[in-house]
Nanobody
Framework: QVQLVESGGGLVQAGGSLRLSCATSRSTFSINTMGWYRQAPGKQRELVARISSGGSTNYADSVKGRFTISRDNAKKTVYLQMNSLKPEDTAVYYC????????WGQGTQVTVSS
């Protein structure tokens, strides 16, 4: 069964940085567009960054200029470098393909204190 394993979250002060990783066993990883999503308490899950198989990237306005998505196809891993973190970035972060593979990992908690 395909798995998605997110890691790298934690507690950080506003203005700090974190690097999230998401590893998968999916054999088609290299040809899939991948995305990082987040879900804050009481809110819907939202897509914050995406990267195509060719490396093109797009970002939600709320994170543009602060977050960078990248991928390593050999390692079947997608990354999210988060800089200049704000309290409103606090959420559980997930990765998945776009469109999704239908299963979700456990996510990784990011908490930004003011």
């Amino acid at each position: 069964q395909v798995q998605l394993v997110e890691s790298g979250g934690g507690l950080v002060q506003a203005g700090g940085s974190l690097r999230l990783s998401c590893a998968t066993s999916r054999s088609t990883f290299s040809i899939n567009t991948m995305g990082w999503y987040r879900q804050a308490p009481g809110k819907q899950r939202e897509l914050v960054a995406r990267i195509s198989s060719g490396g093109s990237t797009n970002y939600a306005d709320s994170v543009k200029g602060r977050f960078t998505i990248s991928r390593d196809n050999a390692k079947k891993t997608v990354y999210l470098q988060m800089n200049s973190l704000k309290p409103e970035d606090t959420a559980v972060y997930y990765c998945n393909a776009i469109p999704s593979w239908g299963i979700w990992g456990q996510g990784t908690q990011v908490t930004v204190s003011s």
